[in-house]
């Protein structure tokens, strides 16, 4: 699963994946090289990212960048991942 990186995001894949659902590119670093990608145009997180259990260092860095990321913005790697992948 992978879904945006906002607070909503986080509280829906942590739903999931307490269901068993793995994580794909949603995690601490993928966060943190998507809002160095950003520049300027970065969103407002809109509030506290509650636990992110399958990688704690998602929430304290979501938290103390402030910043969301859609996964739309990312949709670049995401689809390179399918290309080099068993969908190729």
Do not use: K
Not at 35 to 54: D, E, K, N, Y
Not at 63 to 81: C, K, M, P, Q, R
């Amino acid at each position: 699963y992978h879904g945006d990186f906002d607070v909503e995001g986080a509280a829906i894949a942590a739903r999931l994946f307490a269901r068993g659902v793995q994580p794909w590119r949603f995690g601490t670093e993928d966060y943190v090289r998507a809002v160095a990608a950003g520049g300027p145009s970065a969103l407002a997180l809109g509030g506290s990212v509650g636990p992110t259990p399958w990688d704690t260092g998602l929430q304290v860095a979501m938290n103390a960048a402030g910043v969301a990321v859609h996964e739309e913005s990312l949709l670049g790697d995401l689809l390179g991942d399918l290309c080099d992948g068993p969908f190729a």
